[in-house]
Each structure stands twice: as structure tokens, then as C-alpha cells.
């Protein structure tokens, strides 16, 4: 068995976020589609729901033996290898990457915040690099990315909570703010949140919150202005999801954008963008004008 018999047969248009768009340039979406492939195959890997634990270990080290060496153990992580040596790019961000889904298949319960976030280090962090590291951005934007990264993922667990709970018995949300907030673990299979649950997802969607607060500078750190178009689009985007799991109950009510609402959000966080760089740009020749004058 290989990671192709576990697909979900899910690919990047189904996503929450955009990945790879038309907004970034065209040379940079081959490898960047690579490695989302490539992370789309790990995925569905440790996430079946009937596949033996062993075997999902087994086909997980396979995919890092290839990214190390090349060995031919898995289509995606070929193609990825491939496209990495091609571009020069490190193997880094992707092997950071297995070791987050080698932890979805041995750890089902998160005791802390921080223990969260230390797995959001390794399954949300490196996507958000890797893409920086292919853009030739600056390490000094990891922070911020990091932070958006790390927000993304944590909407993604809270949206799927009631999910990753019937079907793998996987939960996310840190037992200690259950506790705090008097939910149970169990409060996850119903057909609908309890007040308990929903106090404890708001106290976790005020957190995501405030990662995206320390991500708002991101896409004003990035130098390629399409990248930057992207990133205020996808932090305009999570915001208002993040604003939405304050008061929605994600076993019971639907917490995606419809389209309409996307491509209207999509637009706002664009506008935001360029009328950031253009005031920008305004201060800085306004300086220069003054500083020859003088």
C-alpha cells in the first residue's frame, strides 16, 4: 500500500484558503503546488479513517527517505524532490511537515494552548516559509507568517472539531480550556454545541484572533507584490472566520464562506494591500522630495 490507495481525492480549489492562485506568478505555482500536493498526500495518509497505524508510519517514512534521498516511495514526494533540487530549495519546511503527521497518527489530545502550538509549529508554520523561501522573501517575515500560519490551521481544527472527533477520535482543542469552560470531550459527538463547548470555541477563536493580530504587518513585510495580494486576502479571510466561530456553532451551523461572501472579503483584503503599499510609497517620496529640498 502506498499514499495514493489512501487519497481523499481532495484537491487545492477545495481548500478554505487560496493555494497557489492565479495572483501568484506564474513561475513559482509549479513548485508551490508540488509541495501542496505533496502535504495533500501526508494528509490523507495519517487522516484515514480505517488504515492500520503501522502502515500509515510505514508510508509517512517512505515519504521522507524520499525528500532525503530521492528513493521512489511516493509520487508526490518525487515530483516535490524533483522540483526542490531544480529551484535549489531546501527539504526542510516539507520534513517539518511529516513530523506533524506523524503526530496525527500517534497523538489524539492536546493537554495545552502551548502544546497546540507546538504542533501548529510543524503542521502550519513551514507551508507558510516554504512559500516565502520561493519567493526569496526574507527570514525576517517568519514571525508574522508564522502567526497567520498558525491561525489558519487552528480555524481549520475548530471549523472540523465535531469531524476529527466521530471520525478519528483526534481532538484538537486543548483539554485544559474544556476543562475551564466545563465542556467534556464527549460534548464533540452531539448534533449540537453545549453551551460548555461554545464557551470553550469562542475562548479559542478570541486566541486566533490574536495571532492575527501579529500577522496583520505580514503582507506590508513582503517585497513581491503579488505575494503580498495574496496574504492580505487570506488574512482578510481568516479574520471573519475567526469572527464567526465567536458566535457559530460549527457542529450544527456552517461556518465556510459562500462564494459571494469570499470573493467579497477577497476584494476588501486586496483594496487593503494596495492602498497600504500606495501610502507607502506616498510617505517614502514625500521624505525624499523634503530630504532634497533641504
Not at 68 to 77: H, I, L, P, V, Y
Not at 199 to 207: F, M, Y
Not at 212 to 229: K, T, W
Request: glycine share 6%; net charge positive; aromatic share 6%.
Amino acid at each position: 500500500m502506498d499514499a495514493a490507495a489512501l487519497s481523499s481525492g481532495k484537491g487545492h480549489h477545495d481548500e478554505n484558503f487560496p493555494v497557489a492562485s492565479l495572483i501568484i506568478r506564474k513561475s513559482h505555482r509549479p513548485v508551490i503546488l508540488a509541495f501542496y500536493r505533496f502535504a495533500r498526500a501526508a494528509d490523507d495518509v495519517a487522516d484515514h479513517p480505517s488504515a492500520a497505524r503501522n502502515e500509515k508510519l510505514r508510508i509517512l517514512e517512505g515519504m521522507f527517505r524520499t525528500l532525503r534521498s530521492g528513493f521512489n516511495t511516493s509520487r508526490e514526494a518525487v515530483a516535490l524532490y524533483r522540483c526542490l533540487l531544480e529551484r535549489n530549495l531546501t527539504a526542510r519546511h516539507a520534513l517539518e511537515l511529516l513530523e506533524a503527521f506523524r503526530r496525527d497518527v500517534t497523538k489524539l489530545r492536546y493537554r495545552t494552548w502551548d502544546e497546540l502550538m507546538d504542533y501548529c509549529r510543524y503542521s502550519a508554520a513551514p507551508l507558510g516559509r516554504f512559500v516565502l523561501d520561493v519567493h526569496g522573501e526574507s527570514r525576517a517575515t517568519w514571525p508574522a507568517s508564522d502567526a497567520l500560519c498558525t491561525g489558519l490551521q487552528v480555524i481549520n481544527h475548530l471549523q472540523d472539531c465535531a469531524k476529527d472527533y466521530r471520525a478519528l477520535d483526534r481532538v484538537y482543542l486543548p483539554l485544559d480550556v474544556l476543562r475551564e469552560s466545563g465542556a467534556e470531550v464527549t460534548d464533540l459527538g452531539a448534533a449540537s454545541a453545549s453551551p460548555r463547548l461554545r464557551e470553550a470555541i469562542s475562548r479559542l477563536a478570541v486566541r486566533t484572533l490574536h495571532l492575527l493580530e501579529q500577522s496583520r504587518v505580514f503582507a506590508g513585510q513582503i517585497r513581491d507584490c503579488r505575494l503580498a495580494l495574496e496574504v492580505g486576502i487570506i488574512q482578510r479571510l481568516a479574520e471573519n472566520l475567526a469572527q464567526r466561530l465567536l458566535t457559530r456553532d460549527p457542529l450544527s451551523e456552517r461556518v465556510h464562506h459562500h462564494l459571494p461572501e469570499a470573493v467579497g472579503l477577497a476584494f476588501a483584503g486586496g483594496a487593503g494591500v494596495v492602498s497600504g503599499r500606495l501610502r507607502t510609497r506616498s510617505s517614502r517620496e514625500l521624505f525624499t522630495q523634503t530630504h532634497e529640498q533641504s
